[in-house]
């Protein structure tokens, strides 16, 4: 408690100095200038168009990512094209924040609940100048609700298949220079198999002042206490227990062609396992920005940021190979990102990072793009980025094939993308080349930067506006992962409608998911599957609606692996056929 105090004050007393949200935001960052980037927002109205328990959930229908799941309830892992690893080699976010255990740099999906997200904002491919260590498949930035009225609120209720509920109550208000928010996130389940059943608590806290000249401090904090249970093939009787928090503070405001920016944040968990695990972890950072417009057509983005990774392993069990002991590291950054319009149909964007890590030592990431307008409504672009992942604390000492001499692994994408925006219409087509070197892996019982890997791939995806009552959007995602095919699948395509009449929603949602291993070397073949979904809605009125929704409606029969080196890598059994029923209630 006394290092977050001391981060408040530090809010505090620079606030004078330092402005704006230096969060993940793409959106914001877009507005500004487009990064040349395969970008994808997922709106307040799609996400309450979903079935979703787990944030990660609501990712399930997108073009370039796989999400695997260990049933109903639990984990929900997000891959982008082809990393993943627990969101190991991912950054995902909330409000800019990363969300990550310290000790194995992996993310704990399971307790990012859907409570209060207003939207998600997506960045597909590598990008480690804006968004540093593990950013190898690209970033997710969960962006949680802003109140805009003197009070409001909602709340959601659903229950159904395998003695599944889940509640969740959202309240706020803007009350003269007051910002102030709370939402509360309980979920219980049986679990769709023996021994798998699921208790969890998130709750989320915001407060935050406004300036007479227009400065905003905020201060927001999250707390979340979860019991999981795993059924086969897990032990008998396996559960995890998982303990997080976390609170940041940032302060912002914008002047007239510059936004200066600082946040600052800790991370903490304790995890204790029926297995003796018992861990503990904490994550320190700050990030400051300093954001110019030059001119009307340049734009100059500037940063710092600090992090430090702390865990303690405090008991291991009598058979597990782990060390105990207690170890940190830290890290540094400076990076800029500068776009350039030189006409109305040509821009250019470069950027670089550099990072130096007290234990694996210096690494420039790269970024280079170019943009071209063919017509008003269609434009190319290419993209080179260069990324990395510095080792994390386990790969360091935790292991018996711990290496303290380890580098970061690093990677070299390529990608050129083309896009149509006309009236109702949206089109794109992305096809890439990722090339990665360096990459940490057990070479004869030690941890070494022994591997080389080329993924390639493409993705493509169209939307259309048929009338104000029906719309549709599909997506296809080519990948080819060479020998590296385990929990890759070469084949995904997407499907949605949504249809609305009168006071009537329905929302049909399909998936296929084809050419899937779960060993390299395409060893190991699982059962291609297509999935059918739907949700219908009655609006009782402006403030209250009442939905029923179906998952997997085929009862289709299919597993999924999950990329958990150290549970074996098991494949599991997914749900069958499952119904909810629930309401939704705003005020």
């Known amino acids: 408690m006394k290092r977050l105090f001391l981060m408040l004050v530090a809010v505090c007393l620079v606030s004078s100095v330092y402005a704006s949200d230096i969060s993940l935001s793409l959106e914001k960052f877009a507005r500004m200038q487009d990064t040349i980037t395969t970008t994808q927002e997922i709106s307040s109205e799609e996400i309450e168009d979903k079935h979703a328990a787990q944030a990660m959930d609501i990712l399930d229908n997108t073009t370039g990512i796989f999400v695997q799941k260990t049933g109903d309830a639990g984990r929900s892992d997000p891959v982008i094209r082809g990393f993943g690893d627990s969101c190991r080699k991912l950054v995902v976010a909330i409000d800019g924040k990363p969300e990550y255990m310290a000790l194995f740099g992996c993310g704990v999906s399971h307790s990012i609940l859907a409570g209060n997200i207003d939207r998600i904002e997506i960045a597909k491919g590598p990008d480690s100048v804006l968004y540093g260590s593990g950013a190898l498949g690209g ?6 609700k802003t109140p805009t009225k003197p009070f409001e609120g909602s709340l959601d209720f659903y229950t159904g298949s395998f003695n599944t509920q889940n509640a969740k109550i959202y309240l706020g208000g803007i009350s003269s220079n007051i910002i102030y928010e709370f939402a509360a996130n309980k979920m219980t389940s049986d679990g769709h198999l ?14 935050g002042y406004i300036f007479k000249d227009g400065g905003v401090i905020r201060v927001q904090a999250k707390q979340y206490s979860g019991l999981t249970h795993y059924p086969k093939p897990y032990p008998t009787n396996y559960w995890e227990d998982y303990q997080r928090g976390s609170i940041q503070a940032d302060y912002n405001k914008i002047f007239s062609r510059t936004e200066l920016s600082l946040k600052v944040f800790e991370n903490y968990g304790e995890h204790k396992f029926s297995n003796k695990f018992h861990s503990r972890d904490s994550l320190i950072g700050a990030v400051a920005g300093l954001d110019i417009q030059i001119g009307d057509n340049n734009l100059l983005k500037t940063g710092a940021q600090f992090r430090q990774q702390e865990g303690k392993l405090v008991d291991k069990g009598a058979m597990s190979p782990m060390k105990l002991g207690s170890w940190k590291t830290s890290d540094w950054a400076v990076f800029v990102l500068d776009r350039h319009n030189f006409t109305d149909k040509f821009a250019a964007v470069a950027g670089a990072r550099y990072n130096n890590d007290e234990i694996s030592g210096e690494f420039v990431a ?3 793009g170019l943009e071209y307008k063919i017509v008003e409504d269609v434009l190319v672009k290419a993209l080179y980025s260069r990324a990395f992942r510095s080792p994390y604390l386990n790969e360091l000492y935790l292991l018996p094939a711990s290496n303290k001499n380890l580098k970061p692994e690093e990677l070299n994408n390529y990608e050129i993308g083309f896009d149509i925006k006309k009236d109702d219409f949206t089109f794109n087509v992305t096809g890439f080349i990722m090339k990665g070197d360096n990459l940490i892996q057990n070479d004869k019982g030690k941890f070494k930067n022994s591997g080389d890997y080329e993924f390639k791939g493409s993705e493509v995806s169209a939307g259309y506006v048929f009338s ?3 719309k549709a959007n599909a997506g296809y995602t080519y990948f080819d992962a060479g020998k590296h095919t385990m929990g890759r699948p070469g084949n995904k395509v997407d499907t949605e409608v949504n249809v609305k009449v009168s006071k009537w929603s329905l929302v049909l ?42 998952q997997n409606l085929t009862n289709q029969d299919y ?29």
């Open 468 to 470: 104000k009552f029906i």
């Open 366 to 368: 790269a970024r280079g």
């Open 509 to 550: 949602g399909g998936t296929y998911v084809g050419e899937y291993y779960a060993e390299d070397n395409k060893q190991d073949k699982l059962k291609d599957y297509a999935l059918l979904n739907a949700k219908l809605t009655y609006e009782v009125n402006e403030n209250i609606k009442l939905f029923i929704d179906g």
């Open 194 to 207: 023996e021994n798998s059943q699921y208790n969890a608590t998130d709750l989320y806290e915001k407060l």
């Open 559 to 587: 597993t999924i692996f999950i990329d958990r080196q150290t549970d074996g890598y098991p494949i599991m059994q997914m749900p069958g056929a499952s119904v909810y029923f629930g309401t939704n209630i705003k005020f």
């Open 139 to 144: 970033a997710i930035n969960i962006v949680t």
